[in-house]
């Protein structure tokens, strides 16, 4: 039962990266509409930076989960390395306890901020006016995935589990 949950928490990180990945190829495409616009024909979209950021933060936030999937966050091993197999878990599994309380905390606040965003209706200050609760989803989301993706991790360091890394 418990690979089954996990599974499913690696298939939630792999929609997260397919879908980052189709934000990047949405950044591509405006900035080139973008650039088409004012070279042939004088004129601007007047919204390529502002929606390239806010797919840009989409992109990041939306591959957080599989990034530790995939084992590919930045880590520092100068301790880790030193030890042997058994204290090096238990160290791992508390570090990854300490990771996802700390991204629960955030996400907690990213659900906060965005219930603040839409309740008073707060919107870009740009000539799209854009409702900023809708790019602010995304934060959540992906915080959302990388906590889920935590508890795969920790899931998977337990000693009695049959995917042990």
Do not use: W
């Not at 690979?3 to 950044?27: N, P, R």
């Not at 989409?58 to 520092?76: K, P």
């Not at 209706?121 to 900023?132: K, V």
């Amino acid at each position: 039962m418990m690979e089954k949950f996990v599974k499913g928490i690696d298939t939630f990180s792999k929609l997260g990266a397919y879908l980052s990945a189709l934000c990047m190829l949405a950044i591509v495409s405006l900035i080139v509409v973008e650039i088409v616009c004012r070279t042939f024909f004088n004129f601007s979209t007047f919204i390529a930076d502002e929606y390239s950021g806010y797919l840009m933060v989409a992109a990041v936030m939306a591959g957080l989960g599989f990034t530790l999937e995939s084992d590919s966050h930045i880590r520092i091993s100068i301790l880790t390395t030193k030890l042997s197999p058994e204290p090096k878990r238990y160290l791992e599994l508390v570090a990854t306890l300490v990771a996802m309380a700390i991204t629960i905390f955030i996400f907690y606040h990213a659900v906060l901020m965005i219930y603040d965003t839409y309740s008073y209706g707060m919107l870009a200050d740009s000539i799209s006016e854009t409702p900023l609760y809708i790019p602010q989803i995304m934060v959540a989301v992906g915080l959302f995935g990388l906590a889920l993706q935590l508890l795969a991790h920790f899931v998977r360091r337990l000693p009695f589990c049959s995917r042990n890394h």
